[in-house]
């Protein structure tokens, strides 16, 4: 079908899926409609470094602000929060580099649920 079809520049003509080779040039978050290069993908391990998964449900974590410019992550499913292992950080950009680097008080509760 002409819509499985790919323009070839080099070529000036079309080619099927065989016949070219497919290259990524970004990577896409849905949830948060940003797109990625490639060696920053590649060094988050093909995950967007902006954004968590709930440990419970598997869903992306919201951060969102409680009391006195305090951060946590909150789950919109099943209405988990990072307060219940003591994730409460100032910045939300704070949040997330403390799931990653693993820095905060009750981190083997959180890896066990997920």
């Known amino acids: 079908p002409i819509w499985n079809l790919f323009f070839c520049h ?3 003509e079309f080619v099927c899926e065989r016949c070219s ?3 990524i040039d970004t990577y896409f978050s849905p949830s948060l409609l940003i797109s990625t290069l490639s060696n920053s993908a590649y060094q988050d391990y093909n995950r967007c470094s902006r954004e968590c998964d709930c440990p419970v ?3 992306t974590l919201q951060s969102r602000m409680v009391e006195k410019k305090q951060f946590i992550f909150s789950c919109e499913f099943c209405r988990w929060d990072s307060t219940e292992v003591g994730l409460v950080k100032p910045d939300s950009l704070e949040l997330i580099k403390a799931v990653r680097d693993q820095e ?3 981190q083997e ?3 066990k649920a997920v």
Do not use: L, M, Q, Y
């Open 10 to 12: 080099t070529a000036t």
């Open 21 to 23: 080779i497919k290259e």
């Open 57 to 59: 449900c598997g869903s």
């Open 104 to 106: 905060f008080p009750h």
């Open 109 to 111: 509760e959180f890896n």
